[in-house]
């Protein structure tokens, strides 16, 4: 079953500008990962954040999480041309199982 | 170079044939898993294993079996049974100790000619 819901489905941009996903799930979890994909490729992760956590930074990527409202958000700022690929929500949760659930993705396009 | 590895990259298969897919791990990961990508559909998990010589159903197993005999390998065999085989395969690993990490092998593209 799908957990995660991401928006917008796909999303393109100019190179410097901001990115802003979001994403949305269902039940009570863990923790939320973001991982990114380039075409035909594995999946990278990208950054964990737990839900005792609200925000994230990691170097160009910053994440917030609400669980009031069961969402998160990931943001790219000043996009570059290499950022161009799919990314993944991916919840884990409460229960003992270490298993993620993924959602369809969000195809991020950054023209040069 | 730490990692996880799968093979073949590409892998055509006639219809009514079982293949297995390779994935091996020297990242001394107890956990490993098994996904299936279809366009459009993100990951669906096929199974799991969180120790040797033990493994689980994920939410899309008909068709499917894996065996889990030593740490580094967990095999996938598409059987016959399988009506849609072809996707894009990943495996992927994780440490007991980590919060939830996986880390991707790069995929195993199966086409059932």
């Known amino acids: 079953s799908q957990q995660g819901e991401e928006d917008p489905q796909a999303l393109s941009i100019q190179e410097g500008e901001n990115a802003t996903m979001n994403c949305s799930y269902k039940t009570s979890i863990n923790n939320l990962q973001w991982y990114r994909q380039n075409s035909g490729r594995g999946l990278v992760h990208l950054i964990l954040i737990r839900s005792n956590e609200r925000e994230k930074h990691s170097g160009r990527l910053r994440v917030t999480l609400d669980t009031s409202k069961k969402s998160s958000s990931l943001l790219i700022t000043a996009s570059r041309a290499a950022d161009t690929a799919s990314y993944f929500c991916a919840t884990r949760d409460t229960g003992a199982n270490s298993k993620l659930t993924f959602g369809k993705g969000i195809t991020l396009s950054v023209r040069p | 170079d730490g990692g996880i590895t799968q093979s073949p990259k590409y892998l055509f298969r006639k219809e009514g044939q079982n293949v297995t897919l390779s994935c091996e791990q020297n990242?001394?990961?107890?956990?490993m898993y098994w996904y299936r990508q279809d366009p459009g559909q993100g990951l669906r998990l096929i199974y799991y294993?969180?120790?040797?010589?033990?493994?689980q159903k994920g939410d899309i197993a008909e068709g499917y079996s894996v065996s889990r005999e030593k740490k580094e390998s967990f095999p996938l065999t598409v059987t016959s049974a399988q009506k849609n085989p072809t996707a894009f395969y990943l495996c992927?690993?994780?440490?007991?100790?980590?919060?939830?990490?996986?880390?991707f092998g790069p995929g195993t593209r199966l086409t059932v000619l």
């Open positions: 992927a690993s994780r440490s007991s100790g980590s919060s939830g990490e996986q880390f």
């Open positions: 294993s969180q120790i040797v010589n033990d493994f």
């Open positions: 990242l001394n990961h107890d956990a």
